[in-house]
């Protein structure tokens, strides 16, 4: 059986950035909720699933310090040929993100992640995020999901998904998490197709 890094890897060397199905040009929802945050242009930011995403370009112009998850090897090649190496300013990770994160990693100011976790539907896997994500996050950080909602596709990239309501992201992420903001966002893919997520931000408490 095809492995999920072989997966992503053959989609990423067969196509181009602007024809990925989860391809965006405007960040601004994502910019948007990161206005929130105060001071956030100088925070350390986790990127989950980074692939060849242009909104690593407007957090790196912002002046953010990036961690650059995702499983395919050939995205992070492509994102590297385009940012450089970025010496203090960018750290990467390629790895399975329900997986334990590696000891060495700085701590995390912002964790964000824009059509990452929906791809996770093993129970399993689901909690190895959010443990992920509760380890790594400093208190006081905050936390930006962007997934596919419960009236989204059922499908992306020919996997099956796991959809989110607000009410599901809430207990996911746990009780020592507030929510700052939440929205529904109707994003058009490539082909002109509606795709509805939801946008949540949370706040790392105690």
């Known amino acids: 059986m095809e492995s999920n890094a072989q997966h992503w890897d053959d989609i990423f060397d067969a196509t181009e950035d602007a024809r990925l199905g989860w391809y965006e040009k405007d960040v601004a929802p994502t910019l948007t909720m990161l206005e929130m945050i ?13 692939g060849t995403s242009v909104l690593a370009d407007a957090l790196l112009a912002a002046g953010t310090r990036l961690v650059l998850n995702d499983i395919s090897a050939a995205a992070l090649d492509r994102l590297k040929e385009r940012l450089g190496d970025g010496g203090n300013a960018m ?3 390629c790895q399975d993100i329900s997986q334990p994160l590696p000891p060495d990693l700085p701590a995390i100011d912002i964790w964000i992640d824009r059509a990452v976790l929906h791809f996770l539907t093993a129970e399993e896997e689901i909690e190895g995020y959010f443990k992920n994500l509760r380890s ?15 009236d989204g596709a059922p499908k992306c990239a020919g996997l099956t998904l796991h959809r989110y309501s607000a009410e599901e992201l809430s207990e996911r992420v746990g ?3 507030s929510l700052v ?8 893919n490539p082909n002109g197709d509606p795709r509805p997520y939801i946008y949540a931000l949370y706040r790392k408490g105690c």
């Open 38 to 50: 105060p001071g956030w242009e100088d925070a350390t930011i986790f990127l989950s699933g980074a």
């Open 91 to 93: 750290h990467w990770l």
């Open 136 to 150: 790594a996050l400093r208190v006081g950080g905050h936390v930006l999901l962007a997934e596919f909602s419960k």
């Open 175 to 177: 009780e020592s998490f």
């Open 181 to 188: 903001s939440c929205f529904d966002h109707t994003y058009l």
